[in-house]
């Protein structure tokens, strides 16, 4: 069986400055992973490379087998990959409804249509609906996006990238800024909704990664020193002395 | 701001099902629109107001389907008038050619051959265009529109020479029991075809593609993630609306008989930038509401003062700066004012205001008629006569007066708006403690 995603010797400069340098990462199909990493680390950046928001200078990517560096992200989310931001990146005029809505469409093979009008579309109402209910949304529908809270958004977020479908999922940082309950069902709702699927996922709440990630590895200054199951990483002396040091015996 | 405060405060508990598509207001422009189109015909009768009517109804499918472009997909086109007037071109040369072939076709389907071939060349030009929006997309169309408009030089046969090509609209022969002779046959024309095109481009916003478009204003780069194309999107957009831009060209030129290359070059383009922003970009009808507004201005303003472009800019400077909603969202708010039952609370400074507002105006009007008269209608000699008072540009007074009127109005003006807006927000807030 092919690995979800494989990266080999991936490079990026912004500059004269190499940002990612040289990282090699596998991801197993089904696995969860937790990508971790001191702040300006590059975890985005190397988000940003695989799902073709930014180029890469060198190296290859491969999403179930196949070569996907120099694609562009639509490209990228057809071959089954799908991504949240750091940053949220809603649309933020639009309804939380129509937010989803433009989320599901390609999925459900309604790409650039023009032939029914959407409220008509079963298929789409019905996934909107699960969706709605699954992020906890559903009293916020009518509102204008950019009208929710904080923690609202990071669930709309969260539900743009999950509505799509993909096998492959990206999360950069979704419980960021999230009161205690919210991550617990924010929690919830990643597990549920990436059951059978490959999730790599940026997190800095160590409680949240060991009781989410089958494995982790920790991205230091552009290259990943290590890659295991949470009990190696947290024995990982490089690791400690590198990252995590304090938040090790804060987790536990 | 205590509009907004006003608005969430007053809203109804939250539609569960349809949210955006039938909002409340949604029907009523309808109404107004059909009643108008009957009405309007039957209260001005005569053959040059019928004709007036008829550019009305051009400008306003025309303004439509430039909102496609700027407020639904957020697109800023320069030179959305190329495709009127090669619609228009499209159609003069359909009419002689069958014409010249002796095909009695039906005169109130030529628009129909406008807005296809302008469709089709709107998907040419969309593709160009439409790789990134803003500042680019707004370049190329301008660079587009000035090639198509300086080929005329290129191409006299198509586009004519200085005096542009003309056409006998009756020499399609009847149809439908008319024969295209009276201005009224091709008003019921013009009335259609708005109907029909305000019907497809209101249900283009329903559909799919139509709520993409406006993810692709709200977020293009998030469209892709979702395995869009962007490019595409804008590319489908523009091609619509050149499309029906099209029609209105085509409506144009049976209206007048005649096509130049004025129509498709930028005072055109800019024209309906202007109508569609002053009417408002994020109501449906609000295109046609600036159109019937600036078009009238066109008409009837020019008839009462040379100045008529000067109040044409004052008005546009107003909506930018002070309702950046257009006319349409100044009309929906006075129809939640007085609906909200808080009217009565406000007379006084919305009095107020109005009142302020008057002043000033009159003040301004003084000021551009006296410049006007000083200035290029000079040879007119210096008494005038402006609102009924006797003024003279030599005379400081009449001057003076205009300097007052603008100075006290504005000052006024300010005084009023804060009133209102600390009456609003009182009013606004034992309801947010409600909400809350
Ligand atoms: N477009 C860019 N141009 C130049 N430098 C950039 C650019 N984007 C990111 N960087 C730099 O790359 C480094 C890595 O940034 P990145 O956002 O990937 O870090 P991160 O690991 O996601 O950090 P955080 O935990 O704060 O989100 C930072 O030093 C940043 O300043
Ligand atoms: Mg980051």
């Known amino acids: 069986m092919t690995n979800a995603i494989e990266i080999e010797d991936l490079r990026k400069s912004f500059g004269p400055v190499e940002i990612i340098r040289g990282v090699n990462l596998e991801l197993r199909r089904g696995e969860r992973h937790a990508l971790i990493g001191p702040n300006g680390a590059g975890k985005s950046t190397l988000f940003h490379l695989i799902s073709g928001r930014l180029p890469a200078t060198s190296g290859k990517i491969r999403l179930n087998g196949h070569e996907i560096q120099g694609k562009s992200p639509a490209e990228i989310a057809h071959a089954g990959l799908s991504r949240s931001f750091q940053i949220t990146n809603i649309f933020p005029e639009m309804t939380v409804l129509e937010n989803l809505r433009c989320a599901v469409l390609w999925k459900l093979g309604h790409r650039y249509s023009v032939l029914r009008p959407i409220r008509r579309l079963r298929d789409v109402n019905a996934e909107c609906e699960r969706l709605l209910v699954e992020l906890g949304l559903q009293d916020r529908r009518a509102e204008r996006a950019d009208t929710l ?66 494995r982790i590895s920790v991205l230091v200054y552009g290259e990943i020193i290590a890659t295991g199951t949470p009990e190696e990483i947290r024995a990982n002396p490089a690791v400690q002395e590198a990252y995590l040091g304090t938040a090790t015996e804060e987790a536990a | 701001m205590a509009n907004t405060v006003l608005e969430n405060a007053t809203a109804a508990p939250v539609a569960p099902e349809e949210p955006h598509v039938l909002r409340s207001g949604e029907t009523l422009p309808w109404i107004v629109v059909l009643v108008a189109l009957v009405a309007l015909p039957l209260v001005f009768t005569g053959g040059s107001q019928i004709s007036t009517l008829n550019y009305l109804g051009v400008m306003a499918i025309f303004a439509l389907s430039y909102n496609l472009l700027l407020g639904q997909t957020g697109l800023l086109s320069l030179g959305h008038a190329t495709f009127f007037g090669l619609g228009g071109f499209a159609a003069t040369h359909a009419v002689l050619g069958f014409a010249e072939a002796g095909v009695n076709f039906p005169l109130p389907l030529i628009p129909l051959i406008g807005g296809v071939v302008a469709f089709v060349l709107g998907i040419f030009g969309g593709w160009l265009a439409s790789g990134r929006g803003g500042m680019p997309f707004a370049m190329i169309t301008l660079g587009l529109s000035e090639l198509v408009y300086s080929a005329s030089n290129l191409f006299p046969s198509l586009y004519g020479s200085e005096e542009g090509v003309s ?107 202007l109508m569609t922003y002053i009417g408002g970009t994020r109501t449906f009808f609000g295109p046609v509401l600036g159109a019937v507004v600036i078009g009238l201005m066109r008409i ?136 809350q």
Request: charged share 15%.
């Open chain 2, 167 to 273: 056409m006998d609209r009756m020499d399609l022969g009847s149809s439908f029991g008319m024969d295209y002779g009276a201005n009224s046959h091709i008003y019921v024309i013009v009335a259609d075809c708005l109907v029909i095109s305000a019907v497809v481009l209101k249900y283009f916003t329903t559909t799919p593609l139509g709520l993409l478009t406006n993810a692709v204003r709200d977020n293009a780069e998030r469209v892709e993630f979702l395995g869009f194309s962007a490019r595409r999107v804008r590319m489908w957009a523009f091609a619509v609306a050149a499309g029906f831009a099209g029609v209105a060209g085509s409506l144009a030129a049976l209206n007048v008989e005649i096509m130049t290359v004025n129509e498709l070059g930028a005072a055109t383009s800019t024209l309906v930038l």
């Open chain 2, 300 to 435: 009837w303003l020019s008839d009462i003062t040379p100045a008529w472009m000067m109040y044409f800019g004052l008005l546009f400077i107003f909506v930018v700066m002070a309702v950046p909603g257009g006319l349409a969202e100044m009309l929906q708010g006075g129809r939640r004012l007085i609906t909200s039952g808080l009217l009565r609370a406000q007379l006084r400074p919305l009095a107020g205001v109005a009142l302020a507002g008057a002043v000033g105006f009159a003040g301004t009007v003084i000021l551009v008629e006296l410049g006007y008269r000083a200035g290029l209608d000079a040879s007119l000699g210096p008494a005038i006569r402006i609102l009924g008072l006797p003024l003279d540009t030599t005379r400081p007074l009449s001057w003076g007066l205009g300097l007052v009127l603008v100075a006290g109005g504005g000052w006024a003006l300010r005084q009023q708006l804060d009133a209102l807006a600390t009456r609003r927000h009182a009013l606004a807030q034992p309801h947010r403690e409600a909400v």
């Open chain 1, 149 to 214: 809270t904080y923690p609202e958004q990071r669930a709309l977020e969260l539900g743009l990238a999950v509505a799509s479908g993909a096998g492959t999922l990206l999360l950069d940082e979704p419980m960021a800024g999230m009161s205690h309950t919210e991550t617990a069902a924010a929690l919830d709702l990643i597990k549920r909704v990436t059951e059978g699927k490959t999730l790599l996922m940026v997190e800095h709440d160590m409680g949240v990664i060991f009781e989410v990630a089958d």
